[in-house]
């Protein structure tokens, strides 16, 4: 079974209106971490929102949030406000092991925001 | 704070020459990873260290792929002879071991081209 998945191979969103990239994990452990990252067409992978198993409240930073729905297994990241510079790539991935040292990502979703 | 830092930025070379690939984590982290993306196989973990230490090799394609990392703030990649098929775009990326919130912090990558 896929650790990560992400269903959306591309979605496309309006500038300034809030969209939803979706994301499911499986997972046995009680102990995990879910991220997300952004890859714009420059290539850099960079990080954007943690979410721990734990945690009671969903995540958000700035203009990113994560709707972390347990029982579920899901993980889904929302922008808000969309900007022309959120066109990337956006990939899920989860942090488990009793090490912490494994990582899993999903194939990514290709966002683009339209002008 | 420097992230991480790989280079070269990109790498054009021809079959059967040597490649190595350079990095340098965070200070401080204890997890290095390497890993290769490819539009049709995505992200792939190749190895990771764990304090210096080789832990999880199982993703290096063949013996043509080695890594190495003799201190805390430095790891290579080599691949011996390169062939067509290793060209890619290969990340390098850090993490605390301790921290399960820590994100795995990614270098800009270094795009490689066996001709």
């Known amino acids: 079974a896929q650790k990560i998945t992400q269903t959306q191979p591309g979605m496309f969103v309006q500038e300034k209106e809030a969209v939803t990239l979706d994301c499911t994990y499986d997972t046995s452990d009680q102990s995990y971490g879910l991220f997300w990252y952004k890859q714009p067409s420059s290539g850099e992978m960079i990080f954007l929102i943690y979410q721990g198993s734990y945690d009671e409240q969903n995540a958000t930073e700035g203009r990113y949030s994560l709707n972390f729905q347990k029982a579920r297994k899901s993980a889904n990241l929302v922008i808000s406000a969309s900007q022309l510079g959120d066109s990337a790539m956006y990939f899920c991935?989860?942090?488990?092991?009793?090490?912490?040292?494994?990582?899993?990502f999903g194939t990514g979703t290709s966002l683009t925001v339209i002008p | 704070d420097a992230g991480v830092i790989q280079s070269p930025r990109h790498e054009v070379t021809e079959m059967g020459q040597e490649v190595t690939l350079r990095c340098k984590p965070i200070?401080?982290?204890?997890?290095l990873f390497w890993y290769r993306q490819t539009m049709m196989r995505g992200l792939e973990l190749l190895i990771y260290f764990n304090n210096n230490v080789p832990i999880d090799d199982s993703g290096m394609p063949e013996d043509r792929f080695s890594a190495k990392m003799p201190n805390a703030s430095f790891s290579t990649l080599k691949i011996q002879p390169s062939e067509p098929r290793d060209s890619a775009v290969y990340f390098c990326?850090?993490?605390?071991?301790?921290?399960?919130?820590?994100?795995?912090?990614f270098g800009n990558g270094t795009r490689l081209t066996v001709t």
């Open positions: 991935a989860m942090r488990e092991g009793a090490d912490g040292n494994q990582f899993y």
């Open positions: 990326a850090s993490s605390f071991a301790s921290k399960p919130n820590s994100p795995l912090h």
């Open positions: 200070s401080g982290h204890d997890y």
